[in-house]
């Protein structure tokens, strides 16, 4: 999971992108001297019970989220002096309504541009090769400045996304479809492995920023992504299991093995970030690889905790489960044993419910810095972000 952190250990990413339109189709009445017709009942929308009430609170929540984020906010226009954090929480105030013109905003845009690199990258070595991370930072940077719609970050977008497909493990670096990092993408250090979280990073960021989506980056993704799904069908690699769910990297690494007690274990951040991923490549709905994962996650559906992890991961979880149902597009998920969710209510109920008294989030397990407020309560802001468009 966990594309942010090697010392600050762990992911990200963004709003509802590319939500499904639903088509009304109406009835058309021909009325003559002996034809006569009863008009077309209008389509049934989906409705959470009490939706009103939700947004009420997430509005209210949201309020005292952005108030504690204004305070803690340094005077570079930086969270935490971190371009990904930074770009995180500057995406929960874009997603949650709040422009560039805002003083809050307009800061943080100036110190991400700032650290634009000659070759696209957007990130600060300023603390060490250690917390530069330049694929994870520079996906989320260049999606929070996209998420501006102010054109003067054109060009930066241009570069950055060149940056990001570069950075792709394939010919360039001398690998080979059969090698099992062939289309995956890591950190940034040609020494890292490609993992599927800062796979799903750089996908939704060229997602998003408009790259053309029948690029070979999505098609050398799709390679890599099979390679980290646990389906015999279509993973090559022999450790595979078959519940349809998805792993860390294609090397077999799971983080939920220390909490299954059973190598290569599936689990919930990474199942959703895989099937956005998936959704990103044009993989269609009615795909085998698709309704796998999806099969798996209706079977392990949670808002209390990240499946297979506990309370690791949390935050992330909840920030990958809401963007990847948002790009699903349907607003109830009906689980394995038949229940119907509407899964933007349960997951903005849960989250509001955790909310601290001064406005912020904390996770009670620190792994990933999921301990600092600034973090998960960017993470927790666009997460409510993607469950209100959802109600």
Not at 91 to 115: H, I, M, S, W
Not at 129 to 150: E, F
Request: aromatic share 10%; with cysteine; hydrophobic share 35%.
């Amino acid at each position: 999971m966990h594309s942010f952190f090697r010392s600050i250990q762990t992911h990200a990413a963004s709003r509802s992108l590319a939500s499904l339109t639903a088509l009304a189709i109406g009835g058309i009445c021909f009325a003559g001297a002996s034809v006569s017709a009863a008009p077309a009942k209008a389509p049934v929308k989906a409705v959470a019970p009490g939706a009103a009430a939700t947004k009420a609170q997430i509005a209210t929540s949201v309020k005292k989220g952005l108030a504690y984020l204004r305070k803690t906010q340094g005077s570079d226009g930086a969270w935490q002096q971190y371009p990904g954090i930074t770009a995180l929480v500057t995406l929960g105030f874009l997603r949650n309504g709040v422009n560039e013109k805002d003083p809050a905003v307009a800061k943080a845009c100036t110190y991400l541009a700032a650290l634009a690199k000659p070759n696209g990258a957007i990130y600060t070595d300023k603390f060490g090769p250690g917390q530069a991370l330049p694929n994870y930072n520079t996906a989320l940077a260049v999606t929070a400045l996209h998420a501006t719609r102010n054109p003067k970050y054109a060009g930066i977008i241009k570069k950055a996304q060149n940056f990001l497909t570069t950075s792709q493990f394939d010919e360039g670096e001398n690998f080979k479809p059969s090698d099992r990092q062939y289309g995956g993408i890591g950190y940034g250090s040609k020494e890292d492995n490609p993992d599927v979280s800062n796979l799903q990073n750089a996908l939704e960021a060229l997602k998003e920023t408009g790259y053309p989506k029948n690029s070979e980056v999505f098609k050398k993704a799709l390679i890599f992504l099979q390679r980290c799904q646990n389906r015999k069908e279509s993973n090559d690699q022999a450790w595979s299991g078959n519940d349809g769910g998805f792993i860390y990297a294609a090397s077999g690494e799971s983080k939920a093995d220390e909490y299954t007690k059973s190598p290569h274990s599936s689990y919930g951040s990474m199942t959703y970030a895989g099937l956005k991923s998936y959704l990103y490549c044009n993989v269609t709905r009615t795909d085998p690889r698709v309704k796998s994962a999806y099969t798996w996650l209706r079977a392990n559906y949670d808002v209390a905790q990240n499946p297979r992890m506990g309370k690791d991961g949390l935050y992330y979880y909840y920030h990958s489960m809401s963007k990847t149902l948002s790009v699903w597009g349907e607003k109830v998920l009906v689980d394995a044993r038949g229940n119907k969710h509407f899964w933007g209510q349960d997951l903005a109920r849960s989250i509001v419910r955790q909310q601290r008294p001064d406005g912020s989030w904390v996770n009670t397990v620190p792994r990933w810095r999921e301990d600092v407020p600034d973090l998960v309560t960017g993470y927790a802001l666009v997460s409510l972000a993607n469950c209100r468009s959802s109600l």
